[in-house]
């Protein structure tokens, strides 16, 4: 392809050090794709003849179907995936294949290939945390009343609805979708016609090539073009991003899933076994989920590191781009449909957890607020006197619930038999109402207008 000015091939090291066809292979549809819109367009423009372009639309077409049905194949002497399209059309059509190449650098060639399929991966992310988070949202209106502890600091706080917690995790997903909606407009403009960095002589009519392969316009600068990575940096972004959220959540599933806990049952499908101790439940997806979520950062880390120093524009470092984005995409696209198979199937402990949530008087609060509400006591006091109820709980080996009246009323006068009313977990629940608040009437609101939304 390039051999003219060389007398000798390369040496087998140089051709295996140079060879990405190995893992640009994935991008043969968009490769396809962008060299249909390129090739329809120099036809348009009059910049090849219209004989010849029918041949290459019709040798694409042919390589379509011989790659669709897996007959692509590799030789690192052709180096990547461009030049294996370019060598079979070739053999599929004559010479009227090198006119394909016309105005055209494998360089912005790349660029586009890679935005595309970086397109459509955040659309298929979109799809599984759009299900992921429907299977959220079930799981959270099953459970809008059922109680379970916060926590601060993993020590008992006071009490939540489950179904608020799962909702936690919704407005994350929602964050990440977002992040990622964002991220696909900034990257949807396309860099083919920059040709190899500083445009072309030939009149193209870029702005065909881009709305022909989806794309809002054309990008503005050919060095730029070539030379930009920021749209997979971006993805990566996101992609670290969720992959931390949906690591948070599989580090409760598996502390929930403990012994110790016990508030929730993996499911056969979603737990493996030891090969040793034959009563072993493991939550192994989660844990893979969470360590996952390391690999997406190291994947981030690398394209960071790699584009950090490069002058403008292409060098060829930057053909290490695209493995840690593959290698993300796959991590995270299974990630997501991990989690969403164990929110979808977790059985939930609910007496357990709502026992665990009256522990470590998680209604002392309650008990403070009431006293500034109903006793007008400052709430600097209230806490004071909540501490001294606490205190009374402790050596009594009891909840605070369970005090006698004449216990509370030697620590403060101000207090009645009404105070019982909000001693409970779901009296305490039932009372955060405020926006945004944990009150069982909020979750089901905020269900409602998050699918409505
Ligand atoms: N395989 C190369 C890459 O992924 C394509 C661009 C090569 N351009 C060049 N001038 N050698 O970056």
């Known amino acids: 392809m390039w051999g003219g000015r060389f007398g000798a091939g390369p040496s087998a090291v140089m051709r295996d050090i140079n060879a990405s066809i190995g893992f640009d292979k994935r991008l043969w549809q968009q490769d396809l794709a962008g060299s249909k819109a390129h090739a329809a367009m120099l036809g348009r423009q009059g910049i090849v003849a219209t004989a010849d372009i029918e041949a290459i639309l019709a040798g694409l077409e042919q390589i379509e179907a011989e790659y669709a049905a897996g007959g692509l194949v590799e030789d690192a002497a052709l180096e990547d995936i461009h030049m294996h399209v370019e060598t079979r059309l070739a053999e599929l059509i004559g010479p009227a294949a090198g006119r394909l190449h016309t105005a055209r650098s494998r360089n912005d060639q790349v660029a586009t290939d890679f935005r595309l399929w970086v397109r459509d991966a955040v659309d298929a992310i979109d799809a599984g945390l759009g299900a992921f988070e429907a299977a959220l949202l079930a799981r959270a209106e099953e459970h809008a009343d059922s109680v379970m502890p916060g926590f601060t600091h993993l ?61 809002d316009r054309p990008t503005a600068n050919s060095l730029d073009s070539v030379s930009d990575r920021d749209f997979a940096l971006e993805f990566l972004s996101c992609v670290v991003m969720t992959g931390l959220h949906l690591s948070r959540l599989a580090e409760e599933i598996i502390i929930w899933a403990s012994q110790m806990f016990g508030f929730v049952k993996l499911p056969d499908a979603f737990s493996t076994g030891s090969s040793i101790m034959p009563q072993k439940r493991n939550p192994d997806a989660a844990e893979l989920v969470r360590g996952h979520s390391g690999r997406l950062l190291g994947c981030l880390t690398a394209l960071n590191v790699t584009m950090k120093g490069l002058p403008l524009a292409y060098s060829k470092d930057m053909q290490d781009d695209k493995p840690p984005v593959f290698e993300a995409y796959d991590l995270l696209a299974l990630s997501i449909a991990a989690m969403t198979g164990m929110v979808e199937t977790l059985s939930f402990d609910t007496a357990r957890m709502r026992a665990a949530a009256a522990q470590g008087y998680s209604t002392a609060t309650d008990l403070a607020d009431w006293l500034v509400r109903v006793a007008d006591v400052p709430f600097r006091e209230a806490h004071h006197i909540t501490g001294r109820a606490v205190k009374a709980a402790e050596t009594a080996g009891c909840l ?54």
């Open 155 to 215: 020590q008992v706080a006071q009490p939540v609805t489950l179904g608020h917690h799962l909702l936690a995790y919704v407005e994350m997903t929602r964050r990440d979708r977002s992040r990622f909606a964002d991220a696909r407009a900034r990257m949807n403009e396309c860099p083919l016609g920059s040709a190899a960095l500083a445009g072309t002589s030939f009149p193209l009519d870029r702005a065909s090539v881009a709305s022909a392969l989806g794309f």
């Open 400 to 453: 605070l619930a369970d005090l006698p009246l004449e216990t509370l009323v030697a620590i403060d006068a101000r207090i009645d038999k009404r105070v019982y009313e909000v001693l409970s977990v779901e009296a305490s629940v039932a009372s955060r109402t405020s926006l945004g608040g944990t009150a069982p009437a909020n979750v089901r609101a905020r269900i409602a207008a998050l699918r409505g939304a």
